[in-house]
């Protein structure tokens, strides 16, 4: 191709591998090089050894002192409480009601849906995510908002409309088939168009009547390279509610097996209340967990089961839960996750965590080699890490002894501000304002 070469000299860290079960899961280079052509990567290696495969007239971009890692991906997320992030309430259930319905409301208006869309993008790039499995409203307009930004961003976003049908306001309720319908359109018109992706929505279990869950199921079936994304396990009130509503179920999780509703490209957030069967189901079935720790701390749902989670190699991600999480940074996400190891008597060292953030994602969505690292082919979304962002970090991290040393600090003190420069598919999409 003739396309100009791009490369980018900083230290670089990928995986190739979850770091909690093998020994060589990562590359480090300290003076490393990134090289991009056509928004792919062709190259992650060091600098003295690829330097002289660099065309003569490439332009080398001098990020020395900086870190170049995969773009981070959070895989649970909703667009449409932008705007109600940091609102208290006593736990999960009253919060939906006097916060998150009222809110969501507003995205039947397509303008509003809009502008919305372009500022939480713009937040997620300054926080260095570059890919996310999204939650809209139940409004069509709300999903054709956010993928309308995203695609005039290139961003690969996985975006879907939520259904509901029942326990909810009026205002915010489909049918079954309206819904099913709505969902099966938006799948038509937007997986796979460019960077976009489509998931399958359910809010939960509670939301659903058995006739939307049965075509959820189908629609899940029908579509198997779209994803899927709902709420499992949160709160101890949600998990009696679901008891009440489906008596015949053997716990929350079988609610969405019986309806088919596990499976690869299924992505379940919290997860907090399984037990050991449902562990297994989520792992036999390639469905993958998504820890959200700002917001299970901040909604006091509970803490996190890292143990049992990993002795079932279940699939798992990390992700912010804005609007219940209280960050959109995933280096915040990171302290926090690492507070709910510790209470939970395990431990994340700092590379689990930016594996989680990277390539555990991609994993649980099915898109390594798209996203994640940096295969040769895979789509160049990347981000360059500042250690001195703040007089803090730069003072803590000149004392570091080591890569995992650096790089908890990173996680424990960074934030958006620890991000100098986010690329999406080889373009410059955001950079600090110094
Ligand atoms: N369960 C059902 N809907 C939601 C939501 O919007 N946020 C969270 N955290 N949990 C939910
Ligand atoms: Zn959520």
């Known amino acids: 191709?003739?396309?100009?070469?791009?490369?980018?000299?900083?230290?670089?860290?990928?995986?190739?591998?979850?770091?909690?079960?093998?020994?060589?899961?990562?590359?480090?280079?300290?003076?490393?090089?990134?090289?991009?052509?056509?928004?792919?990567?062709?190259?992650?290696?060091?600098?003295?050894?690829l330097k002289n495969s660099l065309p003569q007239t490439t332009d080398v971009q001098d990020y020395r002192g900086k870190i170049i890692m995969p773009g981070f991906i959070d895989t649970h997320i909703?667009?449409?409480?932008?705007?109600?992030?940091?609102?208290?309430?006593?736990?999960?259930?009253?919060?939906?009601?006097?916060?998150?319905?009222?809110?969501?409301?507003k995205f039947s208006d397509p303008a509003h849906a809009q502008e919305v869309a372009s500022f939480f993008l713009d937040e997620l790039l300054r926080c260095g995510t570059t890919t996310a499995m999204v939650y809209c409203t139940v409004?069509?307009?709300?999903v054709e908002a956010f993928f309308a930004e995203s695609e005039a961003r290139n961003l690969r976003m996985v975006a879907g409309k939520v259904m509901m049908d029942?326990?909810?306001?009026?205002?915010?309720?489909?049918?079954?088939?309206?819904?099913?319908?709505?969902?099966?359109?938006?799948?038509?018109?937007?997986?796979?168009?460019?960077?976009?992706l489509y998931a399958i929505t359910p809010r939960f279990a509670p939301t659903s009547s058995d006739a939307q869950m049965q075509l959820a199921g189908e629609l899940a079936?029908?579509?198997?390279?779209?994803?899927?994304?709902?709420?499992?396990?949160?709160?101890?009130?949600?998990?009696?509610?679901?008891?009440?509503?489906?008596p015949e179920a053997r716990s929350y999780l079988d609610v969405y097996d019986h309806y088919g509703m596990l499976r690869p490209r299924s992505m379940y957030g919290h997860?907090?209340?399984?037990?050991?069967?449902?562990?297994?189901?989520?792992?036999?079935?390639?469905?993958?967990?998504?820890?959200?720790?700002?917001?299970?701390?901040?909604?006091?749902?509970?803490?996190?089961?890292?143990?049992?989670?990993?002795?079932h190699q279940v699939s798992l991600s990390l992700?912010?839960?804005?609007?219940?999480?209280?960050s959109f940074s995933m280096l915040q996400t990171m302290n926090e996750a690492y507070k709910v190891a510790r209470l939970g008597g395990s431990y994340l060292p700092a590379l689990r965590m930016f594996y989680l953030a990277t390539l555990g994602g991609a994993r649980s969505m099915q898109l390594e080699g798209t996203i994640g690292n940096f295969l040769p082919g895979a789509e160049a979304d990347f981000i360059v890490l500042d250690p001195q962002a703040t007089p803090l970090l730069a003072r803590r991290t000149a004392r570091t002894n080591s890569m995992e040393e650096l790089l908890f600090a990173l996680a424990m003190l960074g934030d958006d501000r620890t991000v100098?420069?986010?690329?999406?598919?080889?373009?410059?999409?955001?950079?600090?304002?110094t």
């Open 78 to 105: 909703h667009y449409p409480q932008t705007d109600m992030i940091a609102s208290p309430a006593a736990g999960l259930l009253p919060w939906l009601e006097t916060y998150t319905f009222p809110t969501e409301r």
């Open 319 to 326: 992700a912010t839960d804005v609007g219940g999480g209280t």
């Open 221 to 246: 079936r029908a579509y198997p390279d779209v994803y899927l994304q709902t709420h499992v396990a949160e709160n101890t009130e949600e998990v009696a509610w679901v008891k009440a509503l489906y």
């Open 420 to 433: 100098l420069a986010t690329y999406a598919a080889g373009q410059l999409v955001h950079q600090r304002q």
């Open 271 to 311: 997860c907090i209340w399984l037990d050991d069967a449902d562990r297994t189901r989520m792992a036999e079935t390639q469905s993958a967990v998504s820890f959200c720790p700002t917001s299970n701390l901040f909604l006091g749902s509970g803490l996190f089961d890292f143990e049992r989670a990993d002795a």
């Open 166 to 196: 029942r326990n909810c306001p009026e205002f915010l309720r489909d049918g079954a088939e309206t819904g099913a319908r709505e969902s099966e359109n938006l799948i038509k018109k937007w997986h796979k168009r460019g960077r976009q």
């Open 1 to 49: 191709s003739s396309a100009a070469v791009q490369a980018y000299r900083a230290s670089v860290l990928h995986f190739s591998n979850d770091p909690a079960f093998h020994q060589q899961a990562y590359e480090w280079h300290e003076d490393g090089l990134l090289i991009i052509q056509d928004g792919k990567v062709v190259a992650a290696g060091d600098y003295a050894q």
């Open 139 to 142: 409004h069509p307009e709300s």
